[in-house]
């Protein structure tokens, strides 16, 4: 079945490091593959998506991209900032495009918090 | 377009009692999706609809979960006989196929987290 593997947190970083949060996953066929993002007191949003191998997503400075050979997709912003202490799902959706269930499978997340 | 809703935001009941969940989705959505959530893990699919039609269930919905989406708009996910293992956060999440391409983005709530006393 599909699955999405996460790397283990919690992180804690300084403002201004660099982030890397890493995303493996298992799929038949060509998946899209999302990042979602869910801040303290608010419901999951999306960070940003890839939908096909080499593409890159990116948004608010974060980056990720589509990695076939490897499998994976993950996350990198190049200075963090307080605001982005947020808990973060990889995802993928196994059936885009063909009119089937587009549900998502997900990462268990991983909270990361930046300290001033 | 004022987003997924979902209502209410928090229940608290005690073993044994039925509780109902209400999602609104985006209103030019035809696909809703119910997932559940709980502390530590990533939200896990429940079921699925498109328009009125239950296309999907997860093996997690056992016979004491029933989800219903009469009219293609609004969909309400009832739990019978409570357990305190019910106790998660209850995500609703549309989307809609023929906007901007099926790349399988899903728009959420902000869920209803269940407690089971």
């Known amino acids: 079945g599909n699955s999405v593997t996460q790397m283990e947190g919690p992180v804690t970083l300084s403002e201004e490091a660099f982030l890397t949060i890493n995303c493996t996953y298992t799929a038949t066929g060509y998946p899209s593959l999302f990042w979602y993002v869910q801040y303290p007191g608010e419901g999951l949003q999306l960070l940003l998506k890839?939908?096909?191998?080499?593409d890159k997503g990116s948004n608010k400075g974060f980056e990720a991209t589509y990695r076939k050979e490897t499998t994976s997709f993950h996350l990198e912003k190049g200075s963090v900032q307080v605001s982005d202490s947020a808990v973060y799902f990889c995802?993928?959706?196994?059936?885009?495009?063909?009119?089937?269930?587009?549900?998502?499978?997900f990462g268990k997340g991983i909270t990361l918090s930046v300290r001033p | 377009d004022t987003g997924v809703s979902q209502d209410p935001r928090h229940k608290i009941t005690k073993r044994g009692q039925n509780v109902t969940f209400r999602c609104d989705p985006i209103s030019e959505h035809n696909r809703l999706y119910w997932y559940r959530q709980t502390l530590g893990q990533g939200p896990e699919f429940l079921t699925y609809?498109?328009?009125?039609?239950?296309?999907?269930k997860s093996r997690l919905l056992s016979d004491r979960f029933s989800a219903e989406r009469p009219k293609g708009s609004f969909s309400t996910l009832e739990i019978q006989r409570t357990e305190q293992g019910d106790s998660a956060m209850y995500l609703c999440?549309?989307?809609?196929?023929?906007?901007?391409?099926?790349?399988?983005?899903?728009?959420f709530g902000e869920g209803s987290r269940l407690t089971v006393l």
């Open positions: 995802a993928l959706s196994a059936a885009p495009r063909t009119g089937a269930n587009s549900k998502l499978t």
């Open positions: 609809f498109q328009n009125e039609a239950q296309l999907e």
């Open positions: 890839a939908t096909k191998a080499d």
């Open positions: 999440a549309s989307s809609s196929p023929w906007l901007a391409g099926d790349f399988g983005e899903l728009f």
